[in-house]
């Protein structure tokens, strides 16, 4: 099998280099951090069950994609038997994930779609923090980051943004097993457009990455219950440190 590679260095202004995902642990930079990602059993962060959790035929819908770091690892790890749909409406970051995508040679295991989700289907506007490939911290709809705060995006795009539940339906995409939503901000908007997709028997697991304290937090994690998921585990933001809003940041894991 050939090992998963994703381009570097782009993010930061370097010459950009080819970065090999090894077996045990895979490398991406985005314009924020160097994420080390540990194990190669799971495509997801924290998350318990080892191989027997993905099974033959899932669908794993990896909402905020990025350049693809947990996406590749779904697709290459389980041999191409994990169908990955990537969300990344980001244009450049989007030609990075896509060009990730294809020196892998998944392009038979992962869909990337340049697609916003929220809560509803229109055109809606995406504020980007920096037009670097790899950066984050946009913001769908108001200029307004994940703390609530005000800013002043470098370009203001006109994007395609769906409901989920309405983009699995007119598209008659297979329903997810599996959920990463990591979104900066609007997770609660997307979960909002996604109640039929929630509710489905299908739908075993959902990551999604929670501020504590945040208004929104308490929201959400009614709805996932709501749906029939049960909160089973959180895990801190390795970045966030001990102080300041990134330090309330985790993930948290929901199963049925």
């Known amino acids: 099998m050939r090992r998963a590679c994703v381009w570097s260095g782009e993010a930061r202004g370097a010459p ?8 045990r642990a895979w490398r991406v930079r985005n314009d924020r951090f160097g994420v080390q990602l540990r194990g190669a059993a799971n495509p997801r962060p924290g998350a318990d069950g080892g ?25 290459k790890h389980f041999r191409g038997k994990v169908q990955v749909y990537a969300f990344e409406p ?14 892998n040679d998944c392009q038979g295991s992962i869909t990337p779609l340049q697609v916003a989700l929220s809560d509803r289907t229109g055109v809606e506007v995406l504020n980007y923090s920096s037009l670097l490939p790899g950066s984050a911290l946009h913001a769908l709809g108001q200029a307004v980051d994940y703390k ?15 409901a989920l539940d309405d983009l699995i ?12 939503l990591d979104v900066d901000g609007i997770e609660l908007s997307i979960l909002e457009g996604a109640v039929k997709t929630l509710a489905s ?18 929201v959400m994690v009614s709805l996932l219950e709501r749906s029939g998921l049960k909160f089973q585990s959180k895990h801190k933001y390795i970045h ?9 940041i985790y993930n948290y894991i929901f199963h049925r």
């Open 240 to 248: 966030g440190g001990d102080t300041g809003p990134s330090s309330r």
């Open 51 to 75: 191989d027997g959790f993905f099974r033959d035929g899932d669908v794993y819908y990896d909402i905020g994609a990025n350049v693809g770091a947990y996406a590749l690892v779904a697709a």
């Open 90 to 103: 980001s244009f450049p970051t989007f030609k990075q994930l896509c060009t990730n995508v294809a020196l």
């Open 16 to 23: 950009g280099t080819w970065r090999p995902l090894s077996p």
């Open 148 to 162: 609530g705060d005000k800013f002043q995006p470098v370009v203001k795009q006109a994007v395609l943004a769906y």
């Open 169 to 180: 339906r007119q598209f008659s995409l297979p329903l997810p097993t599996h959920i990463k």
């Open 201 to 218: 028997a299908s739908l075993r697991s959902v990551l999604v990455e929670i501020l504590e304290g945040d208004p929104h937090s308490a």
